[in-house]
């Protein structure tokens, strides 16, 4: 049973996130023939995330003027990103990092 969760999740929610992390990668790393094609092609890939990344390996990857990989830099991301959102909550649930200031203990009038 184990096994098949786990092979659900790389199936449903892991490699479909590494791919659209390196398509995202890949627009913001490369240049394009216009700065307003990587612009939309950004916007796509946050906003339709599963359709904008199909649409980008089909047709935006011929689009790109420069050809900059791209691998590297997703690969540091899949490991440097967790480590950061581990860190920062151990942080926070030992009262280290604080996003609200402490309220007064007393309120002076």
């Known amino acids: 049973m184990a096994l098949l969760m786990l092979l659900g999740f790389i199936a449903l929610i892991a490699l479909p996130s590494v791919l659209w992390l390196y398509a995202l990668a890949d627009v913001i790393r490369n240049d394009f023939h216009h700065l307003s094609t990587k612009i939309v092609w950004a916007i796509v890939l946050c906003l339709f995330p ?57 309120i002076q009038i």
């Open 50 to 106: 599963p359709l904008g990344m199909v649409l980008y390996f089909l047709v935006g990857r011929d689009q790109r003027v420069t050809f900059y990989p791209v691998g590297r830099l997703v690969i540091l991301c899949m490991f440097l990103i967790p480590v950061l959102m581990i860190v920062a909550y151990f942080l926070f649930a030992l009262g280290h990092l604080t996003f609200l200031p402490e309220p007064p203990k007393t």
